[in-house]
């Protein structure tokens, strides 16, 4: 597996579930390279080595004024990065949220549920 293929970008705004999120999956995949960011924005602003793997929040509105949502985000890193594999991650059951996500490339949509931790472990592996 390349070091490209081992980098996990976190794009979540609350703080404390990033946290969760980079520390569940750091102890069970130790070889990973872990980053946060807290916007869209942040992340597409830096990305100096490509991730193999992006989990970003479908709502990143909870730190800026005006900062891009998920979807935003998706269609702009898919356009510079196609190859990323993106998980879009939300707390919204809304079908149509999902079928977007879908369909401007994300790799899968999971929701923010007590498997969400499980789940993304899964799909790391995939």
Known sequence: MTSQRRTIYIVEDNPIYAEMICNYLSFKHPSFSFRRFATGEELLDNIDIPP??????????????????????????????????????????DISVAAMALNAGAYAFLLKDEALLQNLDEMIYL
């Open 52 to 93: 193999g793997i992006v989990i970003l929040d479908y709502h990143l509105d909870g730190n800026v004024v005006n900062a891009a949502n998920g979807d935003t985000i998706l269609k702009n890193l898919k356009e510079y990065l196609p190859e990323t594999q993106v998980i879009m991650i939300t707390s919204s059951e």
